[in-house]
Antibody
Framework: EVQLVQSGAEVKKPGESLKISCKGS????????IGWVRQMPGKGLEWMGT????????RYNPSFQGQVTISADKSISAAYLQWDSLKASDTAMYYC????????????WGQGTLVTVS | EIVLTQSPGTLSLSPGERATLSCRAS???????LAWYQQKPGQAPRLLIY???NRATGIPDRFSGSGSGTDFTLTISRLEPEDLAVYYC?????????FGGGTKVEIK
């Protein structure tokens, strides 16, 4: 069974750093891209970027480039989303999702990590 | 960037009725590279439809997708109470990947 399990909810202050995780299981983690999607409170879905765990090739949405860092550790089947200096506007639910082979859509999603910056 | 506009914003229907959700793209989506997701309250999104009309694994056949070019439709043939959710379309023909703003389906 494919599973993506994300780290727990976080409450942070503006200016603090944060790294959240997403651990995959039940499939070949290194050969499937993992994407990150933001959902601000009461709003829609926004694609942030995608990483290929096999070689850490990363693609960013220009809107998020420079604002976050996406990384992966294939040895433990984990992907990460990181901020160096959080802002109140980073308050949102963040989802990781497994990308379908050869197409940029997402067939399995993590449960989400709620990040609150206040 | 391809902008996806979904309509209506909210759809309120009774169980058993047919729901028709629209997704219009700002430019043509070649190869019909459009997906639909369902997000129930408090849950992560779930893939329903890919390549405009192919149902994902385990999706009931009351969900169907159609369309091409710039106009796409998700149809729920007979609404059930569990279909209460927000539905999003997503294009994956070009970067950045973009989602529509969503259509909320309410059950009367």
């Amino acid at each position: 069974e494919v599973q993506l399990v994300q780290s727990g909810a976080e409450v942070k202050k503006p200016g603090e750093s944060l790294k959240i995780s997403c651990k995959g299981s039940g499939y070949s983690f290194t050969t499937h891209w993992i994407g990150w999607v933001r959902q601000m409170p009461g709003k829609g879905l926004e694609w942030m970027g995608t990483i290929y765990p096999g070689d850490s090739d990363t693609r960013y949405n220009p809107s998020f480039q420079g604002q976050v860092t996406i990384s992966a550790d294939k040895s433990i089947s984990a992907a990460y989303l990181q901020w160096d200096s959080l802002k109140a506007s980073d308050t949102a639910m963040y989802y990781c999702a497994k990308r379908v082979v050869n197409k940029e859509l997402f067939d399995y999603w993590g449960q989400g990590t709620l990040v609150t910056v206040s | 960037e391809i902008v996806l506009t979904q309509s209506p914003g909210t759809l309120s229907l009774s169980p058993g009725e047919r729901a028709t959700l629209s997704c219009r793209a700002s430019q043509s989506v070649p190869n019909r590279y459009l997906a639909w997701y369902q997000q129930k309250p408090g849950q992560a999104p779930r893939l329903l439809i890919y390549d405009a009309s192919n149902r994902a694994t385990g999706i009931p056949d009351r969900f169907s997708g159609s369309g091409s070019g710039t106009d796409f439709t998700l149809t729920i043939s007979r609404l059930e109470p569990e279909d209460l959710a927000v539905y999003y379309c997503q294009q994956y023909v070009s970067s950045p990947l973009t989602f529509g703003g969503g259509t909320k389906v309410e059950i009367k």
